[in-house]
């Protein structure tokens, strides 16, 4: 028999609605799941306020010279702080945004539309063409373990100079391993995929940086690594707490953070441990599918958060901020626990781990 839980989920539960108009009415007939509409217009108002804030990047002035007026567009560097801020902004929720519609089906015609989508994302966000074939090639398929490129396993997950060394394996090795692994499982389209996409991306920062120099860094360069160093905070903290006490099944190495500002604008990205058992679950399900499965969770000594999301994780770690993630500790059963307790679990879970040993330690109880 299920329990009430002792909390109540502040996340949303329902896709926004938008009455019937041309766009709505657009979407019922395009898209495979109608609720999926506030993804096309996320698309939409971002591709608007990008292209306004790179044309803003630039001011135009008229010139006179040896008696001929002619105008000038000129970079505006006073403008950058601005530019990277609305980018900044908006970049959670779209790089969420592809991280659903990579998972289930979205756009159902035109199909060209469908395909087109992640690209125009990653000229105005500079998020890797590469990210589908990594998370659905990878990722999930290894679960955080061994062959995992993204694996947190072998660091040790409340130091930031092992992140460091974390995000330069990803940085300089990332390509050749991923493109590797995908030859060595025989996915050789996706490994195709990533060859020509990261190519292709590259290409475009390269023109850009060639044609103005201050254009190409503010507009794709920055954007390009900040977005990879982004995925890589985020994952550090959604895979920071391994229990080596149980076998790895999605529940073992994953935390779940819920009633944060961050799942109301990133689509209830920090249910990760529900999205690890069943990937293609719709966002607005994660909720209840979370407090259905509560007291398996439970019994199974799951972490979950509270108010915070998986950024804030890992720079609570990276800081030694311990009584912060044990106040925002849930307690799933209910059943009170002194932080000093939490903070003794928290701190077991943070170490290295050689994936070897911990199968062999499951095995062996």
């Given at each position: 028999m299920t329990t009430a839980a002792p909390f109540e989920i502040t996340d949303p539960t329902v896709a926004p609605t938008y009455g019937d108009g041309p766009l709505s009415r657009w979407c019922k007939k395009a898209l495979y799941d109608a609720r999926d509409e506030v993804f096309v217009r996320l698309t939409i108002k971002t591709c608007f306020i990008m292209a306004l804030m790179m044309a803003g990047l630039w001011t135009g002035a008229t010139v006179q010279q040896a008696g001929t007026t002619f105008s000038v567009r000129t970079f505006q560097w006073g403008f950058v702080p601005i530019y990277l801020a609305v980018w900044g902004w908006y970049a959670p929720p779209v790089i969420l945004m592809l991280h659903c519609t990579m998972h289930r089906p979205f756009i159902r015609n035109p199909k060209w539309l469908d395909r087109v989508h992640p690209y125009v994302m990653t000229f105005f966000f500079g998020i890797p063409t590469a990210y589908v074939q990594h998370h659905m090639g990878?990722?999930?398929?290894?679960?955080?373990?061994?062959?995992?490129?993204?694996?947190?396993?072998?660091?040790?997950?409340?130091?930031?100079?092992?992140w460091v060394a974390y995000v330069g394996r990803f940085f300089f090795l990332g390509l050749f391993q991923v493109t590797a692994y995908l030859l060595r499982k025989r996915r050789t389209t996706m490994a195709r995929k990533v060859v020509l996409g990261e190519?292709?991306?590259?290409?475009?920062?390269?023109?850009?940086?060639?044609?103005?120099?201050?254009?190409?860094?503010?507009?794709?360069?920055?954007?390009?690594?900040?977005v990879r160093m982004m995925m890589m905070v985020?994952?550090?903290?959604?895979?920071?707490?391994?229990?080596?006490?149980?076998?790895?099944?999605?529940?073992?190495?994953?935390?779940?953070?819920?009633?944060?500002?961050?799942?109301?604008?990133?689509?209830?990205?920090?249910?990760h441990i529900g999205h690890h058992l069943k990937a293609n679950r719709h966002w607005t399900e994660m909720p209840q599918d979370f407090l259905d499965n509560r007291e398996m969770y439970a019994r199974e000594g799951v972490i979950v958060f509270k108010t915070i999301d998986f950024f804030l994780v890992s720079v609570l770690l990276w800081t030694g901020q311990w009584r912060i993630l044990a106040?925002?500790?849930?307690?799933?059963?209910?059943?009170?626990?002194?932080?000093d307790d939490v903070i003794a679990m928290l701190k077991a879970r943070v170490h290295p781990v050689r994936e070897e040993e911990w199968v062999a330690a499951v095995v062996t109880t």
């Open positions: 990878m990722h999930h398929v290894e679960d955080n373990m061994g062959e995992d490129l993204s694996s947190t396993l072998r660091y040790r997950r409340d130091s930031f100079f092992h190519i292709a991306h590259v290409s475009l920062i390269v023109v850009a940086m060639l044609v103005n120099w201050r254009f190409g860094l503010v507009a794709f360069l920055i954007p390009g690594v900040m985020g994952n550090w903290g959604q895979h920071a707490f391994i229990n080596t006490a149980r076998k790895n099944n999605g529940l073992a190495n994953s935390i779940t953070c819920i009633n944060g500002g961050y799942n109301k604008r990133a689509f209830n990205d920090g249910y106040k925002c500790y849930v307690r799933l059963d209910g059943q009170p626990r002194s932080d």
